[in-house]
């Protein structure tokens, strides 16, 4: 928006003020609104769950809306990038009526909410941008028939709300582990000489991420919640679809692949298999690092955090090659 009303050649300034307006913006609603959220009552089978009783739940609300009234003022809009920012209030907003509802949602019903936002991501996707994809570290491309890229977009989001969402449970962990990943992606969009704006976006939102670390690093003030958990996972989908290279969410994602969705396997294979793997290991693995092996929460952010970035420098370097 305000691009319209800039001169040219300030677009330097104007990012710059950006950045600082989503981080100013997060901190002080979330230090002025958090009294409003809803209260957590304690995960009673969580590791140390009562101790997060009382604290201001949903905060994601906060930072995912900042984030939004960011991308609209000093963004260079058009309707894809719209359509992304609605889908995200869209997640947002889902998993801020559970996190406020007295009675939780059901899994189905949030996976049925989860896989139609990812059918809308796929179709706004295919609309804006080509159905060619790219093995980066590989420097391989082919071309996928839009049916079947519009499945493994599904797939993609889909998974990358869930594995976020489940990911969510120590203080600091998502939200650093999400800021290291958007991040990976920033660096790789640079390379590739993506649109400007797609980069942008991704700087905004990992500032207004930041914005709430401020109150949720450990002992945490408050706490995302799947308001934001949901949110941080449809957009590093939507980051990383617009790389071209989708398949590099394995490897830029892993930890909270590896934390949120080794559970997701464990409990389908179960359920619906009746397959039992992984019987002595603890879901998500955030809890059993903390439970089993007596890591500390900081220990478990900052080791889970270095792991992240030892892969995603691999990744980097890879690329350039």
């Not at 590791?47 to 997060?52: E, M, R, T």
């Not at 201001?56 to 920012?85: D, H, K, M, Q, T």
């Not at 889902?94 to 059918?119: I, M, Q, R």
């Not at 600091?172 to 969009?189: A, E, N, Q, R, V």
């Amino acid at each position: 928006m305000l691009h319209s009303l800039m001169p040219q050649g300030h677009d330097s300034l104007l990012a710059f003020g950006g950045i600082l307006f989503a981080f100013i913006a997060t901190v002080l609603a979330t230090a002025k609104l958090s009294r409003y959220l809803p209260k957590d009552a304690g995960r009673e089978f969580a590791h140390d769950g009562k101790l997060s009783a009382g604290k201001p739940r949903g905060a994601g609300i906060i930072f995912v809306l900042a984030f939004v009234v960011a991308a609209l003022l000093f963004v260079p809009l058009n309707a894809e990038i719209v359509i992304y920012l609605i889908l995200i209030v869209i997640s947002m907003m889902t998993g801020f009526l559970d996190d406020a509802s007295k009675n939780p949602w059901g899994e189905y019903k949030k996976g049925f909410l989860d896989l139609c936002v990812a059918a809308l991501v796929a179709l706004n996707f295919l609309k804006y941008n080509s159905n060619v994809v790219e093995l980066a570290l590989f420097d391989i491309k082919f071309t996928l028939h839009p049916l079947l890229f519009a499945l493994c977009i599904i797939v993609l989001v889909w998974a990358s709300v869930n594995v976020t969402n489940c990911a969510d449970g120590v203080d600091g962990l998502s939200g650093t582990l999400t800021i290291i990943t958007i991040m990976t992606i920033y660096i790789i969009d640079r390379i590739k000489e993506m649109p400007e704006s797609s980069s942008f976006m991704i700087l905004l939102f990992a500032v207004c991420i930041l914005g709430y670390l401020w109150y949720n690093a450990t002992p945490s003030k408050l706490m995302m919640g799947d308001a934001g958990s949901r949110a941080m996972g449809l957009f590093i989908s939507i980051a990383i679809l617009k790389t071209g290279c989708p398949l590099l969410y394995i490897p830029v994602a892993i930890v909270l692949i590896l934390d949120g969705g080794l559970g997701l396997v464990k409990v389908f294979l179960l359920r619906f298999c009746k397959i039992h793997i992984l019987k002595n290991v603890r879901t998500p693995l955030h809890d059993h690092v903390r439970k089993v092996w007596d890591w500390s929460n900081t220990q478990t952010v900052f080791r889970f955090a270095i792991i992240q970035i030892i892969v995603s420098m691999a990744v980097i370097y890879g690329i350039q090659i």
